[in-house]
């Protein structure tokens, strides 16, 4: 009973210690003008006179929506930095929206591997004077998705986004559980014998 245990306890978490990335094997390059479009339409929401979000009434809902763009750390980190909830309702915060990518301007789009891009584009503007705005892009799961985005205005860096994930230390916890499991398998065998 206790072998079955383990075994389908191991096989559980082997299951889900491995991540499904699909690599971009012949993909192309990433759809910037599409991608770029969809991120301005949905990052900046259209609102009435009160700054009230129109198509969402809350954060989660809009997080859903840009993380069909964007890896789900940067579409928090965008939610979390323009958007407020108040008497269950959505707003806009009042202040400066992202850079965005001037598609229709020179850009460098370069390749870092068959999965991995980074858009590279400096520009001047009147709120921000000169800029470069770099935008990451990783194929994962059968699409093309924004990784990162980061504005470097003027000498000084911009605001940098969290993207960070906790895969790490998932993976760390499995193997430890994998380890104890296979300890208690040891010790059980060696006492019972």
Do not use: C
Request: no cysteine; proline share 3%.
């Amino acid at each position: 009973m206790l072998k079955k245990f383990m075994s389908i306890t191991l096989g559980v978490l082997l299951a889900f210690s491995f991540s499904s990335q699909v690599f971009a094997d012949n993909h192309g390059e990433p759809p910037v003008d599409e991608l770029e479009q969809k991120f301005e339409n949905w990052v900046i929401q259209e609102t009435d006179s009160n700054l009230q979000v129109k198509n969402f009434d809350s954060k989660a809902g809009l997080k859903n929506k840009l993380a069909e763009i964007m890896t789900d750390s940067l579409a928090n980190y965008y939610v979390e930095n323009y958007y407020y909830e108040e008497d269950g309702n959505l707003y806009i915060e009042e202040k400066d929206g992202p850079l965005m990518v001037q598609t229709d301007q020179d850009y460098e789009l370069e390749a870092k591997s068959d999965n991995h891009y980074m858009l590279t584009q400096s520009g001047s503007n009147q709120l921000r004077d000169d800029y470069t705005l770099t935008v990451e892009y990783k194929y994962e799961d059968g699409q093309w998705m924004m990784e990162d985005r980061n504005d470097k205005i003027g000498s000084e860096g911009g605001e940098m986004p969290d993207t960070a994930t906790s895969l790490p230390l998932v993976m760390s916890l499995g193997a430890l559980m994998i380890v104890m499991g296979f300890g208690l398998t040891f010790f059980r065998k060696r006492s019972a014998a």
